[in-house]
């Protein structure tokens, strides 16, 4: 069974260096032990990082117990739907890479709001630092 992106197609990788995913796949595919929804992929920026830290959730520092390696600016993390949200909603929420977001994503958040941050992934990732 193939996992679907919030598009209606085929959920594409969302990020290898570092690995990401809730099953460490480079995807966003999510599945019942995924209490999370870890379903957006997102591109880190200084913004959204500095955010995360502020409601509890680092993802700066690196957590090798969890094979964590911590995030820079530029890279591509499946974050939650619901912390993604919570930074929409403050003015800090990540850019979306919408064919590699999961479709579970769109029960926590709407379509047009993953829309307003919907970009392709820049070739200088540095711009968004």
């Known amino acids: 069974m193939t996992d ?9 990788p969302c990020g290898d260096d570092p690995v990401t995913g ?5 995807c966003c595919t999510s599945g019942p032990e995924d209490l999370g929804s ?28 969890y094979r ?3 995030l820079v600016p530029g890279d591509r993390w499946c974050v939650t739907a619901a912390n993604w949200l919570r930074a929409h909603h403050d003015g800090a929420a990540a850019p979306v ?6 479709e579970r994503a769109l029960e926590i958040v709407p379509l047009d709001a993953l829309r ?9 990732p540095g711009a968004l630092t």
């Open 4 to 12: 679907h992106n919030v598009l209606g197609g085929d959920l594409e």
């Open 116 to 124: 307003q941050h919907a970009v392709d992934v820049p070739q200088d």
């Open 97 to 102: 890479v919408l064919a590699s977001t999961h």
């Open 68 to 70: 964590f390696p911590g």
């Open 38 to 65: 870890h379903t957006i992929c997102a591109v880190m920026t200084s913004e959204f990082l500095e955010h995360q830290r502020s409601i509890g959730n680092d993802l700066i520092t690196a957590m090798p117990q």
């Open 22 to 26: 809730f099953y460490r796949d480079g």
